[in-house]
């Protein structure tokens, strides 16, 4: 092991590319301490230290930009903006047909729907930093916090509350966004790969240690050995799982064209148990925190009883610790987990591939059996999988009823699938370019 990672630093190519990578990574934590204009930063990191946690509906976007959401930066969005135009611009290969069109043409079709993602990374930015600076201005950030309400209140200064104030920081904020989709990119492109992965493995890894600080504060040395070997488990488990595939086992038959013969081999499809990756878990908090906003937007006035279905939702659907709560989640993740894997993988466009190329299951009959048995395979090795997903995604909430963490709690929900995810993908394309230059990688 220790001599394939000096072989790593050994081979000038791979050397500046994980140079190179470093260092836009470090650019990018950087920007995440940046404050945007007229924000008071003092007051800001008052409140920040003084929370025991973001609100809900801010948890899974402060977790993506690294903490610099609730910090008021100029990479206060982070990745999010990006992530969520690029499930949308997948999602719409369903209802519009030009873009299942261009999805199907290769290279030119992929460039085209890229630079879709691109406009509307930057019109999503320009929506979430106005609601983002409207709810700073509004004091409800904090909502939480256990700082003096007057400074949380007042986090932007006079000057941006003015409208030329506001439209600065607008900009500043979306501009952030823009760098970093364009930093990502750079990774992909001159760096070891996964630019997008690598910068929200980035943002997840950056609040490890604050994590694991405030748990000692909190709960004492014996909590938190106690918490890093239930999170060495949960990492292991989650390495088993997202390595586990079922391979179907697929022949082509022998054909000739030409004078050359083709086919005759044997291969296999993989599906995976988890072929949704963490896109379920995203859905699910994304929909839970549709009614806190209602309620937020609907909250009474200081002294004055809320509406009986407003003080329902807060009763019930803004605590992670409510078991309706945890109930809703969990049934909200398996579901979104089938819908996503029923349009990421379409049972009768690969049987219909399998048949033009001369390629059959054996045992089964090539053309609709084919799909039947695909689709077959596919719903019940997608149950555990969404029930995987749910378990992991339920740990953080857990942890804050056992032992009062927040729910960035870092070994469970989607923090802990992405880290692996992108862990294991990252060491996959180190190795294959250490392969390339050595005949021998980093796994064996």
């Known amino acids: 092991m220790f001599s394939a990672v000096a072989r790593i630093f050994r081979t000038p190519d791979l050397r500046r590319k994980i140079a190179f990578t470093i260092g836009i990574v470090a650019l990018f934590r950087i920007g995440s301490f940046i404050p945007a204009p007229f924000v008071d930063f003092d007051n800001v990191t008052a409140c920040v230290n003084g929370q025991a946690g973001a609100s809900g509906l801010y948890t899974l976007v402060n977790l993506f930009s690294g903490g610099a959401l609730l910090k008021l930066s100029i990479f206060a969005l982070g990745i999010m903006p990006y992530i969520t135009a690029s499930i949308i611009v997948q999602l719409l290969r369903v209802v519009i047909p030009r873009f299942d069109t261009l999805y199907k043409e290769g290279q030119a079709g992929q460039a085209k729907l890229t630079q ?17 600076i409207t709810v700073a201005r509004s004091g409800a950030l904090f909502s939480g916090s256990g700082t003096a309400s007057a400074e949380c209140s007042s986090i932007i200064t006079a000057d941006g509350s003015t409208w030329y104030g506001i439209l600065l920081m607008v900009i500043t904020m ?66 088993f799982v997202e390595q586990s595939q079922r391979r179907i086992p697929v022949q082509y038959a022998k054909r000739m064209v030409g004078r050359r013969t083709y086919g005759g081999n044997n291969t296999y499809i993989p599906i995976k148990v988890n072929m949704a990756g963490v896109v379920p878990v995203i859905f699910a908090s994304s929909l839970l925190y549709l009614p806190a906003l209602i309620a937020q937007f609907n909250a009474p006035p200081a002294g004055k009883a809320a509406q009986p279905w407003v003080q329902w939702i807060t009763d019930y659907l803004t605590r992670g610790d409510h078991p309706l709560y945890m109930a809703l989640y969990f049934l909200l993740i398996v579901g979104f987990t089938y819908f996503y894997v029923a349009i990421t993988f379409n049972p009768e466009e690969v049987a219909d591939n399998m048949k033009k190329y ?87």
């Open 116 to 132: 879709y993602t691109r406009y509307l990374t930057i019109a999503l930015g320009i929506l979430q930093s106005t609601t983002l």
């Open 358 to 444: 001369g390629g059959f299951i054996p045992g089964i009959r090539a053309g609709r059996p084919t799909a039947e048995y695909l689709d077959y395979v596919l719903t019940r090795v997608t149950l555990p999988g969404s029930i995987y997903l749910g378990l992991i995604a339920l740990i953080p909430l857990i942890a804050l009823v056992a032992i009062n963490a927040n729910q960035n709690f870092p070994f469970g929900g989607t923090s802990i699938l992405i880290m692996v995810g992108v862990g294991l993908e990252t060491v996959k394309q180190i190795d294959s370019q250490l392969q390339q230059r050595h005949y021998e990688g980093l796994l064996r």
């Open 174 to 239: 979306t501009a952030g966004t823009g760098l970093i989709m364009w930093m990502g990119e750079l990774i992909t492109e001159r760096g070891i790969g996964n630019g997008m992965s690598l910068l929200i493995f980035t943002s997840i890894a950056a609040q490890f240690p604050s994590a694991l600080i405030s748990i000692f504060q909190q709960r004492g040395i014996e909590t938190l050995i106690l918490v890093i070997l239930i999170g060495i488990l949960i990492v292991a488990a989650v390495i």
